[in-house]
Structure formats: structure tokens, C-alpha cells
């Protein structure tokens, strides 16, 4: 049996965080991305505040949440952008739900009243994890950039852009 335990993400983490980042970069449908950054890439460009990690009984990670600031500018302050991956082997069992989940709460509760993010109109299970999760489709990107891996390498490639807005009071 499989249980979820959400945490925060730790330096020690690195590891699996990256290997799980390395999947869905090589699957070629979660990201544009052709190698997972450094530890000191993420951890520099990451809100530390946003970064969560789903682990298994055993403590080992099976899937994180992370975000980034979308502008320095003041007005853009309370909006994120995201990114969630879960481990190929552990899909489907309810995990990115439960941190997505406990990702929109953390967001709310720090101040944010956007998160948003980019998804392959292909990445039908991602998009649907979203949209249960209050996120919306606001706009397509035709063409964006050209994927250099997976099935459609080589490919020009559209992106959805989702947004969720916070329901908590201002």
C-alpha cells in the first residue's frame, strides 16, 4: 500500500527530485527542457516556500512541486508559475493530486493569487489534474519552441497556458 506523506523539499532530496525531472524531460511531453538544472540552478530559481516533495512509506520521493517567481516587479508579486512531476512508476495513483493539493494550500496561505503554468496540449493527464484542481485554460501558444526529445522531437510544439486563481479572501 502506497501513502503519501507531503513534505517539504530538502537539499538531501536532490537526487530523486532530479531523477524524476530527467523522466519527464526524456518522455518528452513535461517540459521543453533537455537536462534537469543543478541543485544550484533549482534552488536558486525555486521559491523556497513552494518546493514540496511526495514521499512514499519508506520516505523515498515519488513526485515534487515547485515554483517561480513569474517578475521582479511589484505588481506581479502574488503570481507564481509551477511545475509538478511524478515518478513514471507511481502515476496514476492519486499523488500529484495530493501535491498539487498541498501546493495550492501553501501557495494560498503565503500571499500568492496566481499560480500558472505551461502544458503540451498532449499531457492529457496533466491538463486533467489541473482542471480538478480549479486551474483553467487562458490561452494557447502555437509553436512556441521545438521539442529535442521524445516521440515528437524535432517538432514544433503548442503550449496551454492554465492559471488558478486564489478563492481565499484578500
Given amino acids: 500500500m502506497f501513502v503519501t506523506k507531503v513534505r517539504s523539499l530538502v537539499p538531501a532530496d536532490w537526487p530523486d527530485v532530479e531523477r524524476i525531472y530527467r523522466q519527464g524531460i526524456d518522455e518528452g511531453d513535461a517540459t521543453f527542457e533537455t537536462y534537469p538544472p543543478t541543485w ?10 513552494t518546493r514540496l516533495v511526495a514521499a512514499d512509506d519508506d520516505g ?18 502574488g503570481v507564481i508559475e509551477h ?43 496533466s491538463l486533467q489534474l489541473h482542471v480538478a484542481a480549479g486551474f483553467r485554460v487562458v490561452g494557447r501558444r502555437e509553436g512556441i519552441a521545438r521539442s529535442r526529445l521524445g516521440a515528437q522531437a524535432g517538432q514544433w510544439r503548442d503550449t496551454l497556458l492554465i492559471e488558478r486563481r486564489s478563492t481565499a479572501e484578500s
Avoid: C
Wanted: charged fraction near 20%; charge should be positive; proline fraction near 3%.
Fill in 60 to 77: 523515498r520521493v515519488r513526485g515534487w512541486v515547485a515554483a517561480s517567481q513569474v517578475s521582479s516587479r511589484e505588481a506581479y508579486r
Fill in 83 to 125: 511545475s509538478v512531476y511524478v515518478d513514471r512508476d507511481h502515476r496514476g495513483q492519486g499523488m500529484g493530486r495530493t501535491l498539487l493539493a498541498a501546493f495550492i494550500t501553501g501557495a494560498e496561505s503565503a500571499g500568492y493569487w496566481t499560480i500558472q503554468s505551461s502544458i503540451f496540449p498532449e499531457n492529457s493527464a
Fill in 40 to 49: 544550484e540552478e533549482f534552488t536558486t530559481s525555486k521559491l523556497p516556500t
